[in-house]
């Protein structure tokens, strides 16, 4: 299969990876019917026979979706987006000193859907998180910034903030620390859900700065503020938004104060005790 692929131009690495394991198993089970034969194990051979079937059945209708037996244009098309997004980006980039901002950028995120024809209905092309990575591959001796829509209002004097139409997403991120928080304040009762909703609106009107200036009064006023204006003041640190990170630890700090708990900067341990 890859060899056939090869000879006909189209092929690439991972395109062995699915139809090698169809084809293990076809040839696992050709073998077995073989030596049930062999061995005179007539009805073990038959039964192996018919259990074959089946999987050479999914073999063959994978091969004629394959490379081999159909063009994709869509992925061509894809790719040529991607080249020109890239190149267009990292002459960007190039371009603008520390302290300048790229951007905001349209990111193609899918290519376009099929009517009819092979079973693609819509290829995705490239997501904001991989061109974070691709910028730090590309420019891994300056410092990039890559922040979807809650980075409005951000700047970064010793490097570049490139901004992106869509949500960055990852497992630690500020998009994620913004949800984390503005749950919390939906959890701390009637009045904070009422605001969480509020907040919630203006993100989906894209008025990411005045979003997350409400959140942060609305944290401040929560009799259990502390924990909602520490994930805050991570969130803005995330995104190197220093004035609101300073408000949030300012009121964090008033938060603990009016606990009755010490003043600690988010992380630090208290030593051990003997």
């Excluded at 079937?53 to 987006?81: D, N």
């Excluded at 997501?127 to 980075?151: C, N, Q, T």
């Excluded at 901004?163 to 497992?171: E, G």
Aim: aromatic share 8%.
């Amino acid at each position: 299969y890859a060899a056939l692929l090869a000879y006909y131009g189209n092929f690439a690495p991972w395109h062995v990876f699915l139809p090698s394991c169809g084809l293990a198993l076809v040839a696992a089970g050709a073998l077995a019917i073989a030596w049930s034969w062999i061995v005179e194990r007539r009805w073990l051979a038959w039964l192996g026979l018919a259990a074959l079937a089946p999987a050479a059945g999914l073999v063959a209708l994978h091969a004629s979706y394959s490379p081999l037996a159909r063009e994709y244009t869509q992925w061509e098309f894809c790719s040529e987006v991607v080249r020109r997004f890239l190149a267009r980006l990292a002459e960007q980039v190039e371009a603008t000193p520390d302290g300048g901002r790229v951007g905001p950028l349209e990111v193609p995120l899918r290519g376009p859907m099929l009517a009819s024809g092979p079973l693609i209905q819509g290829p995705g092309i490239i997501a904001p998180h991989s061109v974070a990575a691709w910028l730090r591959m590309r420019f891994p001796e300056r410092r990039l910034l890559v922040l979807g829509p809650i980075g409005q209002g951000s700047s970064l004097p010793d490097g570049v903030l490139v901004l992106v139409d869509r949500d960055v997403l990852d497992h630690s991120g500020p998009v994620k620390t913004f949800r984390r928080a503005l749950e919390l304040l939906e959890q701390s009762g009637p009045a904070g859900a009422r605001q969480a909703v509020e907040i919630g609106a203006a993100v989906d009107r894209g008025e990411y700065v005045q979003a997350k200036r409400m959140l942060l009064e609305s944290a401040r006023r929560k009799s259990d503020a502390l924990p909602i204006l520490l994930e805050l003041q991570t969130m803005f640190e995330q995104i190197a938004d220093p004035a609101n990170a300073a408000l949030a630890a300012q009121y964090a700090a008033e938060a603990r104060a009016q606990a009755g708990a010490p003043s600690e900067a988010p992380g630090d341990e208290s030593p051990p005790r003997d």
